[in-house]
């Protein structure tokens, strides 16, 4: 049975929702009848100004602050989510980098330093593990879960053709194999559970904003079409399509 036509009065959880897809989600799911509570995660309330609009005109919308790059913040906010609701129906890790400031994609391996390559994956990949790690409870129960996961086809390594992005297409490769790895143990703890992993197009976002003058405008997503999209993909998974890498058609894409 697909995942959608099970929900009802649903939980859900949106990691990094103070902007672009992951607050795209939110607005989508707050008018979507099917879930009675949304929870969306933001790490600065200085930025989530839109999240927190969101909340007050949606009372069943709890902005909950988290930090994926530090577990003890992990931790915390889901012992919060988890005093008020004893189930999780879907979650989706929306966090992602790829330029910030001086942090920009490496087009050489010359450019290649620790830091920025250990801050890729811990924002791009950690993060997401952490969580299987400490929503487990929340999504171990007899109802059907999925847990999808913001991706990218330049993480795929049998389709990179074109190379540079180094430290984004690794880690987006690492957060693929993480979840893959993760949907292996839940299948055998938690079977209700479905992991999926999400490229989403390329959509008008600060993410792909310095990147997008040679993208066609037919190829170049707003936020909504993205989300409706990835939805559609979200509310068609089976239960054999666990840790499965799907494009925002729902065609599958190579690892």
């Known amino acids: 049975m697909p995942f959608g036509t099970s929900l009802v009065a649903a939980n859900a ?22 879930f009675e509570r949304v929870y969306g995660t933001y790490r600065r309330p200085e930025t989530a100004g839109a999240l927190m609009a969101l909340a007050e005109e949606h009372a069943h919308l709890t902005p909950l602050e988290m930090d994926v790059t530090a577990e003890d913040s992990i931790a915390q906010s889901v012992a919060a989510l988890q005093a008020t609701e004893p189930r999780l129906h879907l979650v989706v890790y929306c966090v992602g980098l790829l330029h910030d400031g001086e942090f920009q994609p490496e087009k050489s391996v010359r450019q290649l330093t620790s830091d920025q390559l250990i801050r890729s994956f811990q924002v791009n990949a ?23 996961a913001i991706s990218a086809k330049v993480g795929s390594i049998g389709d990179n053709r074109l190379g540079g992005w180094y430290g984004y297409r690794a880690s987006k490769a690492a957060l693929n194999m993480l979840i893959k790895t993760a949907s292996l143990e839940y299948a055998r703890k938690s079977p209700h559970t479905i992991f999926a992993l999400l490229h989403p197009g390329t959509t008008d976002t600060r993410l792909s904003q310095p990147f997008q003058r040679g993208v066609a405008p037919e190829k170049l997503f707003p936020v909504s079409r993205t989300v409706t999209q990835l939805m559609t993909v979200i509310d068609g998974l089976e239960p054999t399509d666990s840790g499965e890498f799907f494009s925002w058609d729902g065609s599958r894409l190579p690892w």
């Not at 959880?13 to 795209?24: C, E, H, K, R, T």
């Not at 007899?142 to 999808?148: A, I, K, L, Y």
């Open 126 to 148: 950690v993060g997401a593990a952490l969580l299987t790690k400490h929503l487990f409870p929340l999504l171990k129960h007899d109802q059907p879960s999925v847990f999808g």
């Open 13 to 34: 959880l949106i990691v990094g929702a103070s902007q672009g897809i992951g607050l795209g989600f939110v607005q989508q799911l707050v008018a979507d009848g099917r």
